[in-house]
């Protein structure tokens, strides 16, 4: 969802940036403070480039092992996971890499803030027992399945 918002954000800052007028003097330069619509994709840029990182790196250590895919031992994933976790990140490094939007490690908070939020998300869908419409393989009752079975928190010392 970040990197959709992010990527409507660029593309609607890039149609701002052309009808905009070229500043004539370097005093102009100096007065035009930066828009709103560029702080806010600044910051949806500052957190959907390391969280989709991060959860591509999760992805291929924890769900499913990449060493594991690769051994044969488990199956290569089906298309729109392997697009999610595989492609679109490879599409996001040519992003991060190509584009000169600014990243500062300064910007790390809002990446902690988030992923602090998720964590006390999947803790209020355990103790809610809100659980999964389809179920899961390890517990009867669908409402005592985790959203992720990394992240289980009926057994929390595994």
């Not at 027992?129 to 992240?151: F, L, M, N, T």
């Amino acid at each position: 969802m970040f990197e959709t918002v992010n990527m409507i954000l660029l593309f609607l800052l890039t149609l701002m940036a052309m009808e905009a007028p070229e500043p004539t003097h370097q005093w102009d330069y100096e007065k035009e403070t930066e828009p709103t619509l560029a702080r806010v994709a600044m910051f949806f840029f500052s957190i959907s480039q390391p969280l989709s990182l991060g959860v591509a790196i999760l992805y291929w250590t924890l769900l499913r092992p990449i060493w594991d895919v690769l051994a044969g031992e488990e199956e290569w994933p089906a298309y729109l996971p392997l697009f999610a976790h595989g492609i679109d990140t490879i599409l996001m490094l040519i992003t991060f890499f190509a584009c000169r939007i600014p990243f500062t490690c300064s910007h790390a908070g809002w990446v902690a803030i988030f992923a602090v939020l998720y964590g006390v998300l999947t803790y209020l869908h355990h103790v809610l027992r809100i659980g999964r419409w389809k179920g899961c393989d390890a517990y009867e009752d669908p409402r005592d399945c985790p959203i992720y079975s990394v992240i289980d928190w009926n057994k929390p010392d595994e």
